[in-house]
């Protein structure tokens, strides 16, 4: 036996493990401020980490304080001038609930269709968020939950505002409240399902079905020819009114309550199985897709060599997708006017029709372009438009079939929403607006990126560009005034600024392509 005792070191206080739940929380940190990180970049603020997160957190409680004002003054201000009218809070209700479902409907179908489907599955960032052992489950929440909570907590706020303001005209029952409140909810399920179905896609080979749009087409004309022909004539025919009184003040409520319960709990189960794969499955090291490849000979054309990148691209899913959608919805109109419906053209449409189709026109082509330049736009494409410069073609025939190859998907989409409203409305929908705003927004955002390079991750990938995005919304918006003004010409005056912007964004990427920023470090 040892004379001495055995003295057992305690371990270093610093070296302990951390608690499962404290470590889940430090990692979930760490992602939050990276995310930040990403944003002071993006800005290029000239500030530290903590004093943006500060400012930052300021400045989202007062842009909700200021919005629950703004809307308790506007819905104080409509009751008092609805005072006299019983039914007005009633029908308040019903704009209300379907404002909301065009709300929550366009924030699910930017979810789906835009960039931000491939903030965590296509992220540039991976190989870091491997490398630190950080979860998927993480990067979702911060990435895509926060700001998906976020907008639609401040619906919700504008829906409490209006509940407060006619408290006293309403029968506050709890199917009042719940339609109120299940819409906002609802969306917010549904929206944050897409983001965790989006989030388990990683990088592999797209299954393009040739069929789909073609499916997808004759199921709107055929479920739109049934629907007018055997339910929407019947009703018109034996009075609507009629049919509305006979269902009670609350049906509409009711019905809206129990369809959004139903929707949002279906939505929070498929993701919470996804969420709950992502758990599992953080990161996976994976080899790269290869591209998939297409049939038929090699493209001998400069614009046909783009075309085939645009289809190879993981960007191409959302705009096939966005165009596709509105192929059916175009369907969807001819086939209530093949039923042999007599509300379709409508006979009267507000006097704003024109400026709010191109403004909504414009704010989803600025989308598109986005995700059109980032496959193959004048930042991406740098070195192989100076290459086929430098190999004997001229700068303004790369630039021009650069430009045709970004301007045309999201001028076929301008097209579409211009054959939609011409089914819709008639000559009264201003035929050719949507156009023009399609084409400016695509001008705009070539402008903006040749101006203002977005800045790169550590990778080389294009980080997002908040400052060229600001330009380009602000480039694009006189193509709004001949409308906003309901000038005379204002459809020749907007093809008249669309087509100068365009002459402008050529000048602008002949200019990159002939005078290439040098990388060299002397």
Same mark, same amino acid.
């Given at each position: 036996m040892?004379?001495?005792?055995a003295?057992r070191?305690?371990p270093?206080a610093a070296?302990?493990?951390?608690?499962?739940?404290?470590?889940?929380f430090?990692r979930?940190?760490?992602?939050l401020?990276?995310?930040?990180l990403e944003?002071v970049? #993006?800005l290029r603020?000239p500030?530290g !980490?903590?004093?943006?997160?500060i400012?930052?957190? &300021?400045?989202v409680?007062? &842009?909700?304080?200021?919005l629950a004002?703004?809307?308790?003054?506007?819905?104080a201000?409509?009751n008092?001038?609805?005072s006299e009218r019983a039914?007005?809070?009633q029908?308040?209700?019903?704009?209300?609930?379907?404002?909301?479902?065009y709300?929550?409907? &366009?924030y699910?179908?930017?979810?789906?269709f835009?960039g931000?489907?491939?903030?965590?599955?296509?992220?540039?960032?991976t190989a870091?968020?491997?490398?630190?052992?950080?979860?998927a489950?993480?990067?979702?929440?911060?990435?895509?939950?926060? *700001?998906?909570?976020?907008?639609?907590?401040a619906?919700a706020?504008?829906?409490?505002m209006?509940? %407060?303001?006619?408290a006293?005209?309403?029968?506050l029952?709890g199917?009042t409240?719940?339609?109120?409140?299940?819409?906002?909810?609802a969306?917010?399920?549904?929206t944050?399902?897409?983001a965790a179905r989006?989030?388990?896609?990683?990088?592999?080979?797209?299954?393009?079905?040739?069929w789909a749009v073609?499916a /997808?087409?004759?199921l709107?004309?055929s #479920?739109?020819w049934a629907t007018?022909?055997?339910?929407?004539?019947?009703?018109l025919?034996?009075g609507?009114v009629a049919?509305?009184a006979?269902?009670?003040?609350?049906?509409f409520?009711?019905a /809206?309550? /129990?369809?959004?319960?139903a929707?949002?709990? #279906?939505?929070?189960?498929v993701?919470?199985l996804?969420v709950?794969?992502?758990s599992?499955e953080s990161f996976?090291?994976?080899q790269?897709a290869p591209? =998939?490849t297409?049939r038929g000979a090699?493209?001998?054309s400069?614009?046909g060599?783009? #075309?085939?990148?645009?289809?190879?691209?993981?960007y191409?899913?959302?705009?096939? =997708?966005?165009?596709?959608?509105l192929?059916?919805?175009?369907?969807?109109?001819v086939g209530?006017?093949?039923?042999?419906?007599t509300?379709?053209?409508?006979?009267?449409v507000?006097?704003?029709?024109?400026?709010v189709?191109?403004?909504?026109?414009?704010?989803? +082509?600025?989308g598109?372009?986005e995700?059109v330049? =980032?496959a193959i736009?004048?930042?991406t494409?740098?070195?192989?438009?100076?290459f086929a410069?430098?190999?004997?073609?001229s700068s303004?025939?790369v630039? !021009?079939?650069?430009?045709?190859c970004?301007a045309?998907?999201v001028?076929?989409?301008?097209?579409?929403?211009?054959?939609?409203a011409?089914?819709a409305?008639?000559a009264?929908?201003?035929?050719g607006?949507?156009?023009?705003?399609?084409?400016?927004?695509?001008a705009?955002?070539?402008?903006a990126?040749?101006?203002i390079?977005?800045?790169? %991750?550590?990778d080389?990938?294009?980080?997002?560009n908040?400052?060229g995005?600001?330009?380009a919304m602000?480039?694009?918006a006189?193509?709004?005034?001949?409308f906003?003004? +309901?000038?005379?010409?204002?459809?020749? /005056?907007a093809?008249a600024y669309?087509?100068c912007l365009?002459?402008? +964004?050529?000048?602008?990427?002949? *200019?990159?392509?002939?005078?290439?920023?040098?990388t060299s470090s002397?």
């Amino acid at each position: 036996m040892s004379a001495h005792a055995a003295v057992r070191a305690e371990p270093d206080a610093a070296a302990r493990p951390d608690r499962p739940g404290r470590a889940a929380f430090r990692r979930f940190g760490a992602v939050l401020d990276f995310r930040h990180l990403e944003l002071v970049t #993006a800005l290029r603020l000239p500030m530290g !980490l903590r004093p943006f997160q500060i400012g930052y957190g &300021g400045a989202v409680l007062f &842009g909700f304080a200021i919005l629950a004002a703004a809307s308790a003054a506007g819905f104080a201000l409509s009751n008092a001038l609805l005072s006299e009218r019983a039914a007005s809070a009633q029908g308040l209700l019903v704009v209300l609930g379907v404002g909301n479902l065009y709300i929550g409907g &366009g924030y699910l179908l930017r979810e789906a269709f835009s960039g931000r489907r491939f903030q965590v599955s296509n992220s540039s960032n991976t190989a870091l968020f491997r490398a630190l052992d950080l979860s998927a489950r993480d990067v979702l929440i911060v990435y895509c939950g926060l *700001r998906i909570t976020g907008y639609f907590a401040a619906v919700a706020l504008v829906d409490a505002m209006f509940l %407060n303001a006619f408290a006293s005209r309403l029968d506050l029952a709890g199917a009042t409240v719940a339609a109120v409140f299940a819409v906002p909810a609802a969306a917010w399920a549904a929206t944050f399902a897409v983001a965790a179905r989006s989030a388990r896609r990683s990088v592999r080979p797209t299954v393009h079905r040739p069929w789909a749009v073609p499916a /997808l087409v004759a199921l709107a004309f055929s #479920a739109t020819w049934a629907t007018s022909a055997l339910l929407i004539e019947p009703m018109l025919d034996a009075g609507p009114v009629a049919w509305i009184a006979r269902s009670g003040p609350g049906a509409f409520t009711t019905a /809206l309550a /129990l369809a959004c319960t139903a929707i949002g709990a #279906a939505a929070l189960v498929v993701a919470a199985l996804d969420v709950r794969r992502l758990s599992a499955e953080s990161f996976p090291i994976q080899q790269t897709a290869p591209p =998939r490849t297409i049939r038929g000979a090699a493209p001998r054309s400069l614009t046909g060599v783009l #075309a085939l990148e645009l289809r190879r691209s993981p960007y191409y899913v959302p705009v096939r =997708r966005s165009v596709a959608v509105l192929v059916a919805v175009l369907a969807a109109g001819v086939g209530v006017l093949a039923s042999g419906a007599t509300w379709l053209p409508l006979p009267s449409v507000p006097e704003r029709t024109a400026f709010v189709l191109t403004a909504v026109a414009l704010a989803t +082509a600025l989308g598109l372009a986005e995700l059109v330049l =980032r496959a193959i736009g004048p930042v991406t494409y740098t070195a192989q438009y100076r290459f086929a410069y430098e190999s004997g073609r001229s700068s303004r025939s790369v630039a !021009l079939g650069a430009i045709i190859c970004c301007a045309l998907p999201v001028a076929l989409m301008g097209m579409a929403v211009d054959a939609v409203a011409v089914v819709a409305a008639g000559a009264q929908a201003a035929p050719g607006a949507a156009t023009s705003a399609a084409v400016t927004a695509v001008a705009a955002a070539l402008v903006a990126e040749t101006v203002i390079a977005p800045p790169r %991750n550590a990778d080389g990938t294009l980080a997002p560009n908040l400052v060229g995005a600001v330009l380009a919304m602000v480039v694009a918006a006189p193509v709004l005034l001949p409308f906003s003004f +309901a000038l005379p010409a204002g459809q020749a /005056l907007a093809g008249a600024y669309s087509i100068c912007l365009l002459g402008g +964004a050529f000048a602008c990427v002949e *200019r990159r392509i002939r005078s290439l920023p040098s990388t060299s470090s002397t």
